[in-house]
């Protein structure tokens, strides 16, 4: 059974930085991808970003520069460092697995077929 689980998430203000991990368990990234998606109170869901097993990714405009993914393998973790964030940074963040690759971009997230139950990221301006 695919479990995956979150940690890492709390309150900073702006310009601050957190880095959440998703800790695996019944689940390899081999030949597939994970990923993170977000959201915000009254607001739908907004992809991240995706890391394919062999470490390329994708991340939405949004957060280029400033957020970075990436996967310890050897320990089944995925990390998603964020630096300089803002209040609009603010939701529940969400770890996803696919069971096959993912070709598309970091909306793909979206459709991954295994989720986590989120970690609360608030930022304060």
């Known amino acids: 059974q695919v479990r995956l689980v979150e940690s890492g998430g709390g309150s900073v203000q702006a310009g601050g930085s957190l880095r959440l991990s998703c800790a695996a368990s019944?689940?390899?990234?081999?030949?597939?991808?994970m990923g993170w998606f977000r959201q915000a109170p009254g607001k739908e869901r907004e992809g991240v970003g995706i890391?394919?097993?062999?470490?390329?990714?994708s991340l939405a405009r949004s957060v280029l520069g400033r957020f970075t993914i990436s996967q310890d393998n050897s320990k089944n973790i995925l990390y998603l460092q964020m630096d300089s964030l803002k209040p609009e940074d603010t939701a529940m963040y969400y770890c996803?697995?696919?069971?096959?690759?993912?070709?598309?971009?970091?909306?793909?997230?979206?459709?991954?077929?295994?989720r986590g139950q989120g970690t609360q990221v608030t930022v304060s301006s």
């Open positions: 996803a697995a696919s069971r096959t690759y993912c070709s598309g971009g970091y909306n793909d997230v979206l459709y991954f077929d295994y």
């Open positions: 890391i394919a097993s062999d470490g390329s990714t």
């Open positions: 019944g689940y390899t990234n081999s030949g597939n991808c």
